[in-house]
Antibody
Framework: HVQLVQSGADVKQPGASVKVSCKAS????????IHWVRQAPGQRLEWMGW????????KFTQTFQGRVTMTADTSMNTAYMELHSLRFDDTAIYYC???????????WGQGALVTVSS | QSALTQPASVSGSPGQSITISCTGT?????????VSWYQQHPGKAPTTIIY???RRPSGVSYRFSGSKSGNTASLTISGLQAEDEADYYC??????????FGSGTKVTV
C-alpha cells in the first residue's frame, strides 16, 4: 500500500529556510520521481519541481530557481524540499506527489502547511 | 510560466453533464498529450482523475472523461452527483520537462 507521509505544520520568519519531508512507504523512493506542488490559501495549485532520488537530478520552475533544494535520504526512503529566503507569500500548503510515467501523479502526501510570519 | 486558463466556476444539476475547459499554448497542451485533471475537496489533498488526456487511474468513476483539441483540453463529468462538488484543476507537461497547472474551477452541484 503506497503512502506519502509529510512532516507537520511549521511557522518561520521571513528570510529563514524551511525543510519539508515526504516519507514514502509501500514502494522504493528511487523507483519514481517525486514532484512538489504548493497551494497558497484560497489559491490554485502551483507546480514547483521534480526530483529523481536515484540520480539526484532535479528540475524547478523558474519561480523557485536559486531558492529551492530537493534532496533525498534513500536509506530512510524520504524526500526533502527546502525553501530558502522565505517571504510572506510563501505561506502555503506544500504537497509531495509521486510521478508515475510521464504525467501521472498517482499518490499525494497529505500536505504540510508552512506559515511565514514575523 | 503562466497558469493554464480555466473557467472560475461551473454549475449543474444532479444527473446533468458539465464540461470544464483548460486552455494553454503550443508550449504545453498544444504539444504534449500529457494533460491531467485533479479533483480537490475542501481541506483535502488533490486526487488525480484523468491523466494522458483520456486515461482514468484505477478506481476513478467512468463518469469522468477527458479530451483535447489543439491548445485546449476538456474534462466532462456526466451524471453529476452531489459528491462531485469540488475544485478541479488541469495540468500539462510543458517544455523543458516542466509542468503547469490550471487556474482551477469550482464545480457546484
Amino acid at each position: 500500500h503506497v503512502q506519502l507521509v509529510q512532516s507537520g505544520a511549521d511557522v518561520k520568519q521571513p528570510g529563514a529556510s524551511v525543510k519539508v519531508s515526504c516519507k514514502a512507504s509501500g514502494y522504493t523512493l528511487t523507483d519514481n520521481y517525486i514532484h512538489w506542488v504548493r497551494q497558497a490559501p484560497g489559491q490554485r495549485l502551483e507546480w514547483m519541481g521534480w526530483q529523481n532520488s536515484n540520480s539526484g537530478a532535479t528540475k524547478f520552475t523558474q519561480t523557485f530557481q536559486g531558492r529551492v533544494t530537493m534532496t533525498a535520504d534513500t536509506s530512510m526512503n524520504t524526500a526533502y524540499m527546502e525553501l530558502h529566503s522565505l517571504r510572506f507569500d510563501d505561506t502555503a500548503i506544500y504537497y509531495c506527489t509521486r510521478g508515475s510515467g510521464t504525467s501521472l501523479f498517482d499518490y499525494w502526501g497529505q500536505g504540510a502547511l508552512v506559515t511565514v510570519s514575523s | 510560466q503562466s497558469a493554464l486558463t480555466q473557467p472560475a466556476s461551473v454549475s449543474g444539476s444532479p444527473g446533468q453533464s458539465i464540461t470544464i475547459s483548460c486552455t494553454g499554448t503550443s508550449s504545453d497542451i498544444g504539444t504534449y498529450d500529457y494533460v491531467s485533471w485533479y479533483q480537490q475537496h475542501p481541506g483535502k489533498a488533490p486526487t488525480t482523475i484523468i491523466y494522458e488526456v483520456t486515461r482514468r487511474p484505477s478506481g476513478v468513476s467512468y463518469r469522468f472523461s477527458g479530451s483535447k483539441s489543439g491548445n485546449t483540453a476538456s474534462l466532462t463529468i456526466s451524471g453529476l452527483q452531489a459528491e462531485d462538488e469540488a475544485d478541479y484543476y488541469c495540468s500539462s507537461r510543458a517544455i523543458g520537462i516542466t509542468y503547469v497547472f490550471g487556474s482551477g474551477t469550482k464545480v457546484t452541484v
